[in-house]
């Protein structure tokens, strides 16, 4: 055989691995997308399934209303009919979880503000020192079980997609175990235990299961997750829309707590839009159901009077305009 032979099959070996290549890899990523987008289907009655029923209420809402986003801080513990009967405007609870990232929370509800609106950013303390403003897991997890949501993600959120993609497939697995037992025991799903405002009640009647444990923020830092340049991009987009972007706080367990180190969180915000203090909301263990951001159900009413007095101060000296006498 002589050497040009040689290299020719050499080189036909390589396209031929190339190719095998290529097509396993597309395979890989076609069952991975079905799969996720199956196992979707199977978790749309789990928590990140009400992103359905927010979505909804958030649609079919006119202006002026306000919209809430954050964690799951509002989904467990805010009592949405309350807020808005204080401030006679509509009202829709947003929140779900925190690991979907405050870029996600704030594009799937822009192109629904409109004039008059106020736009009431309540995430948790963590989601300042750390966690990504693009996602985690869920970002993927919210991919596959709203799928109409996938035309917000960027790049960034793409790349997080594919990256979690697998714990995101076996998260789903579970979450659907979840709901089918629940089905076979009579219980209520998640979807099912949301109201019509977005608010979750499953939690009713059942006693605080969080176990207070310490947790040291010397070492921590405002890291620079890029959530500042958010804020200050939402503030101008909303601002653009003649609505109003406001930030508040998040209850949190006092044994994962530090007044002094979540108060340097809040003079980094923008004081123009902050509402209310963040050491207020530092509250007894007891007070949370199974972390340290969720309420115990009979609490909720508590922190939404918090929430209440916050925006009746905040009125008294900035110019918000709210139609209830609060």
């Not at 290529?22 to 928590?47: D, E, H, N, P, Y």
């Not at 963590?126 to 990504?132: D, F, Q």
């Not at 714990?167 to 019509?196: H, W």
């Not at 200050?232 to 044994?255: M, W």
């Amino acid at each position: 055989m002589t050497r040009s032979s040689t290299s020719s099959s050499n080189l036909k070996s390589v396209f031929r691995f190339l190719k095998r290549t290529l097509v396993f890899a597309f395979a890989f990523v076609l069952a991975m997308i079905l799969a996720l987008l199956l196992t979707g289907w199977g978790c749309q009655s789990g928590r990140l399934g009400t992103a359905y029923k927010k979505h909804a209420r958030l649609e079919a809402l006119s202006s002026p209303k306000m919209v809430l986003v954050g964690g799951s801080n509002l989904h467990y513990g805010i009592n949405s009919k309350m807020l808005q009967d204080s401030i006679d405007i509509p009202v829709v609870n947003m929140g779900i979880q925190q690991s979907i990232g405050l870029q996600y929370m704030f594009d799937e509800v822009k192109e629904s503000l409109r004039e008059g609106d106020i736009l009431m950013v309540l995430i948790e303390p963590s989601s300042y020192i750390g966690m990504p403003i693009e996602g985690q897991t869920n970002i993927a997890r919210i991919a596959s079980i709203y799928p109409k949501g996938i035309r917000h993600l960027n790049a960034k959120q793409w790349y997080n997609v594919a990256m979690y993609s697998g714990m995101a497939l076996i998260q789903n697995f579970r979450d659907m175990q979840v709901a089918l037992s629940k089905k076979l025991r009579g219980k209520p799903t998640f979807y099912e235990s949301c109201d019509e405002f977005g608010d979750y009640h499953g939690h009713k009647g059942k006693a605080s299961q969080f176990k207070s444990r310490y947790r040291d923020f010397t070492d921590d830092k405002f890291h620079d997750n890029g959530i500042l340049p958010l804020i200050d991009h939402i503030q101008k987009y909303v601002e653009q829309k003649n609505a109003r972007v406001l930030i508040g706080f998040t209850p949190s367990a006092k044994s994962m707590s530090d007044s002094l180190f979540f108060g340097k969180i809040q003079m980094k915000l923008p004081p123009e839009i902050v509402v209310g203090n963040i050491s207020d909301y530092i509250l007894p263990d007891a007070f949370f159901f199974d972390s340290p951001n969720h309420l115990i159900y009979s609490k909720r009413d508590m922190r939404t009077q918090m929430l209440i007095q916050d925006l009746r101060e905040y009125k008294a000296t900035n110019d918000l305009h709210l139609k209830g006498n609060y």
